[in-house]
């Protein structure tokens, strides 16, 4: 709550947004059968995920240098502290419950990405890797 409402300016990208990136059932394929190692690793990391990796952090830390995949909109939020049920969730006051002005705010928060394009750089990037490894085997 204290660095929600401090006036830093701030952005976030919620679950409602993130949930929608991931790559599906052929890409963590391809991605199980590379050999480079970074790759490896990687699939290490993500063995829980079964067929689907979803992309929630690298859509959020990509956010810090990019918005190329992401709209942001300006908003006002605040943390529900004493919520029997919701302690911790953030409010957006400017939505139509709470109808708060947002001409000051510095916060601003994700409303829609472009899936499609986001997974599409993201698998790129990682089969760089590959493709550094194949072709330095050779």
């Known amino acids: ?26 890409r963590v394929r391809m991605m199980r059968s590379a050999q480079s190692p970074v790759i490896k690793a990687l699939m290490k990391l993500a063995r829980l995920h079964g067929d689907y990796i979803y992309l929630h952090d690298p859509l959020a830390m990509f956010c810090i240098v990019s918005d190329a995949y992401v709209t942001f909109k300006k908003s006002l939020l605040t943390v529900e502290t004493s919520g029997r049920f919701s302690r911790g969730l953030c409010v957006n006051l400017d939505d139509y419950n709470w109808n708060r002005d947002v001409t000051d705010s510095a916060t601003e928060i994700a409303v829609k990405a472009d899936e499609r394009g986001f997974e599409d750089e993201c698998f790129g990037r990682i089969m760089l890797f590959e493709k550094q490894y194949v072709s330095r085997a050779v």
């Open 1 to 26: 709550k204290i660095v929600a409402e401090s006036g830093l300016r701030m952005k976030f990208v919620g679950l409602d947004i993130t949930r929608h990136c991931f790559f599906g059932p052929e």
